[in-house]
């Protein structure tokens, strides 16, 4: 037995897949992974899905990427990393020489760990000079912090995971929790089945947790806010406030009352198709639970009012007393297992770490003293005004790493054509994505097995992961390529580890003071704001809101309907989200023989009544037109959408089929995430299955 021990590792990591931050260890002997098992972890306690569990093959797939590709004559031939790294120093200071630093631009990925995602904005900021850093939450959850930044001053959950079992009632909002959070899902759940919990899921598809709701609501698309706001008004002309908490916590009542005089529940059942009465029910439910949770994810955010409608969620926690204790407060489920930490490390145009501004006089003197260079003065742009900058030739050069942008953002093909477009493309990834196809250069990088560094998950957990297998071939650590990268531009950059890398962001940033490895030794966590001694926040707003006056603040906020509305030439509306068994755009999950064998490929759900008046069943071949692109898909007929709603999973092994293909540009004007959910088709029956 113990010769036996002596050939099997067993190394504590953290799930490389959704926001919830499954820890635990994996088994391997040489590069095989043996097994995956969660014992200690925070978040989850034995629990993982069928990704963190299965979904592995990614890891030793014989189509990683093993060396570096530089493109020549219109092919990639295989270079090393001497000839790859000057290649892109020539380029990108050429490029910089010529159009100055903010002709270029870096994305970082959410699935890279916190010391990559700062790395990354370092080298956009200390190195090239341009403040044109961000990352992937522009697609999702930027709408969600602006609502809480706005009302209560921190973007995070207010709580922990394990505090949604406390709350007398749950709030799930354009949230498919089984499916993109299930081992969160689990916990509701428990509550509901054990405790009693009370349940309220309002979401236009009826999934798992649509069905386990004690109330399902099924508003119009894009109509969360209206509902919101009246059930705020409706509480308010009640007198259910909560006055005691109003008094002592909250500023703005009179303003934000003013903002709710349309919301009646008239108006609210003409726009939402929710009944007068069914609002009713629900205020009256908030109003004598005992805590309320509200968990929201990008059926709210990826909406033209995306910001508003997290806002409105905020309100309505506010006016009810619903922050400041365990088992009650609001839940923004982040996607990505660390699109919470990619946030946290400064990796967006206007914030360096911890959402300092990158225009606060002390913040810029902090940085000064620590890197010796000044952080850029000229405003940055964000992902998605990247893309139009590509398009007006003012942006020429970019550099990507885990981030398929030709897949995941919005308007596939327009992205696609600013790519043709870009001077130059780094593509940093672990496969040949769709989006490297693009590049001129294309680095191998390590999935999260290969990696030391920390995933900060949806409770802003912070958390170590461990490096478990040696990386495949000539791939490296993100570290260490962005690294290679800022020396060949003269950086003279000298981290050993990533734990020098954590030790500059402590010092950096308040929310992360107290963060050091030995602190997080084994299954060991800490939730921000972290202290200089090691005090961590399980829950925020113990003693108040971070504003001047210690006070959190209703917002008046503005409905924006949707820009996309079905007409006469595109008569139905499209949805799109996450499955269970893949993530995302299914670079790591259609690699996994198990899981791409329960399910292939993409498709179109469509409800029994389209399907009979269309002549449709399972498997007949449609396509899908929108304004902005075509697909082919399956059909799928399943009561889980209803009327003239289609629904298409995000993941496709197939860039043809990617839903981004029918998605427009238009976006949230608050954070430009673009607005996925507000998309109109119409539907061609091809035939043949
Ligand atoms: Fe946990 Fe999410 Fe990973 Fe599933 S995908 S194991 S719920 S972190």
């Given at each position: ?7 099997i590792?067993?190394t ?9 931050g499954c820890?635990?260890e994996?088994?391997t002997?040489?590069?095989h ?13 034995v ?6 569990k299965?979904?592995?093959?990614h890891v030793?797939?014989?189509?990683r990427?093993?060396?570096p590709l ?6 990639f ?7 790859a ?6 380029r990108?200071?050429a490029?910089?020489t ?9 994305i ?6 916190n010391e990559?995602s700062?790395?990354m904005?370092?080298?956009?900021r ?5 403040n ?5 939450s ?5 709408p ?5 930044w706005?009302?209560v001053g921190y973007?995070g ?5 394990t505090?949604?079992?406390?709350a ?10 089984a499916?993109s ?12 089945k ?9 979401d ?6 649509a069905?386990?709701a004690?109330?399902f609501?099924?508003?119009?698309p894009g109509?969360?806010f ?8 409706y ?7 909560n006055r005691?908490?109003?008094d002592r916590w ?5 303003a934000?009352r003013a ?11 003409a726009v939402?198709?929710l009944?007068?009465e069914t609002l009713r ?8 639970a005992?805590g309320?949770?509200?968990?929201w994810a990008m059926?709210?955010?990826q ?8 806002t409105?969620i ?6 009810t ?26 990796s ?5 770490t911890?959402?300092q ?6 913040v810029?003197a902090?940085?000064?003293?620590e890197w010796?260079t000044?952080?850029p003065?000229t405003a ?10 590509i398009?007006a ?9 885990g981030?398929?942008?030709s897949?995941?953002d919005?308007n ?7 790519l043709?477009k870009?001077?130059?493309?780094v593509v940093q990834?672990?496969?040949?994505s769709?989006t490297?196809s693009?590049?001129?250069?294309v680095l191998?990088?390590?999935?999260s097995l290969?990696?030391?560094g ?9 958390q170590?992961?461990?490096q478990a297998?040696?990386?495949l ?6 570290w260490?390529i962005?690294q290679?990268?800022?020396n060949?531009?003269g950086?003279?950059?000298?981290y050993?580890?990533?734990?020098e ?7 950096l940033t308040?929310?992360y003071?107290g963060?050091?490895y030995e602190?997080l ?5 800490l ?10 926040t ?8 971070p504003?001047?006056d ?5 917002y008046?906020?503005?409905f924006i309907?949707r820009?996309?509305p079905p007409d006469?030439?595109?008569d139905?509306?499209l949805?799109n989200?996450?499955m269970l068994?893949?993530?995302h ?6 690699r996994?023989a198990g ?5 292939p490929?993409?498709f179109?759900?469509v409800s029994?009544?389209l399907?009979c ?5 399972d498997g007949?071949l449609?396509r899908l ?5 075509a697909?082919k898909?399956p059909?799928?007929v399943?009561a ?13 092994p197939d860039a ?5 293909r029918l998605t427009?540009s238009?976006t ?5 995430t ?5 998309t ?10």
């Amino acid at each position: 037995a113990a010769g036996r021990e002596g050939y099997i590792r067993r190394t504590k990591t953290v799930c490389t897949y959704c926001g919830v931050g499954c820890a635990f260890e994996v088994w391997t002997k040489d590069r095989h992974i043996l097994k995956i098992e969660p014992t200690h972890g925070p978040a989850n306690g034995v629990s993982t899905c069928i990704k963190g569990k299965f979904a592995w093959d990614h890891v030793g797939s014989p189509q990683r990427l093993t060396r570096p590709l530089i493109r020549e004559n219109g092919a990639f031939r295989e270079a090393d990393w001497d000839e790859a790294l000057a290649l892109i120093a020539r380029r990108l200071g050429a490029l910089r020489t010529e159009h100055g630093p903010d002709a270029l631009a870096f994305i970082t990925s959410s699935k890279c760990t916190n010391e990559e995602s700062f790395l990354m904005q370092k080298l956009a900021r200390s190195v090239i000079g341009t403040n044109n850093v961000d990352n992937c939450s522009r697609y999702c959850q930027s709408p969600a912090t602006m609502g809480l930044w706005r009302t209560v001053g921190y973007g995070g959950d207010s709580g922990s995971i394990t505090d949604l079992e406390r709350a007398g009632l749950v709030i799930g909002i354009g949230t498919n929790t089984a499916e993109s959070h299930p081992v969160l899902a689990t916990r509701v759940k428990r509550a509901q089945k054990l405790r009693g919990q009370k349940l309220i899921v309002a979401d236009l598809r009826e999934h798992e947790m649509a069905r386990r709701a004690d109330l399902f609501l099924r508003p119009n698309p894009g109509s969360d806010f209206v509902w919101l706001n009246a059930v705020s008004r409706y509480l308010l002309d009640q007198g259910l406030e909560n006055r005691a908490f109003l008094d002592r916590w909250v500023s703005g009542l009179d303003a934000f009352r003013a903002s709710l005089d349309a919301y009646t529940l008239e108006y609210a059942e003409a726009v939402t198709g929710l009944s007068g009465e069914t609002l009713r029910q629900v205020a009256h439910e908030i109003a004598q639970a005992d805590g309320v949770c509200i968990m929201w994810a990008m059926g709210v955010t990826q909406q033209m009012s995306g910001s508003e409608t997290s806002t409105a969620i905020s309100n309505l926690l506010l006016l009810t007393g619903n922050y400041m204790r365990p088992g009650a407060g609001s839940y923004p489920l982040r996607g990505h297992n660390n699109v919470q930490g990619a946030s946290d490390m400064g990796s967006m145009p206007g914030h360096v770490t911890g959402y300092q501004r990158v225009d606060d006089p002390a913040v810029r003197a902090a940085y000064a003293a620590e890197w010796g260079t000044e952080l850029p003065t000229t405003a940055g742009l964000d992902n998605h005004q990247m893309i139009h900058a590509i398009h007006a030739g003012t942006l020429r050069g970019l550099y990507l790493k885990g981030e398929d942008i030709s897949l995941v953002d919005a308007n596939a093909n327009y992205v696609d054509a600013a790519l043709e477009k870009l001077d130059f493309l780094v593509v940093q990834e672990m496969f040949f994505s769709h989006t490297a196809s693009f590049a001129d250069v294309v680095l191998p990088a390590s999935p999260s097995l290969e990696k030391d560094g920390t995933f900060t998950n949806t409770e802003r957990r912070i958390q170590r992961l461990n490096q478990a297998l040696p990386p495949l071939g000539d791939s490296r650590p993100d570290w260490q390529i962005i690294q290679g990268v800022a020396n060949a531009l003269g950086a003279g950059w000298s981290y050993a580890h990533p734990v020098e890398v954590m030790d500059e962001i402590a010092r950096l940033t308040p929310l992360y003071a107290g963060v050091t490895y030995e602190r997080l030794a084994g299954f060991a966590s800490l939730q921000w704001p972290v202290q200089p001694d090691g005090t961590d926040t399980p829950l925020l707003f113990t003693d108040g809101f971070p504003f001047p006056d210690g006070r959190a603040r209703l917002y008046p906020a503005e409905f924006i309907p949707r820009t996309e509305p079905p007409d006469a030439q595109y008569d139905l509306h499209l949805n799109n989200g996450r499955m269970l068994e893949h993530f995302h755009e299914g670079n790591m999950t259609f690699r996994t023989a198990g899981i791409t064998a329960q399910v292939p490929g993409a498709f179109v759900e469509v409800s029994p009544d389209l399907a009979c008046e269309r002549g449709l069943t399972d498997g007949t071949l449609v396509r899908l037109v929108s304004r902005h692109g075509a697909v082919k898909l399956p059909a799928l007929v399943t009561a889980r959408v209803q009327g003239q709603q289609l629904y298409v999973p995000m993941n496709s092994p197939d860039a043809a089929q990617a839903v981004n293909r029918l998605t427009g540009s238009h976006t949230d004007p608050s954070t430009h995430t673009p607005a996925y959910k507000d998309t109109a088709v119409r539907l061609e029956v091809i035939g043949g299955t």
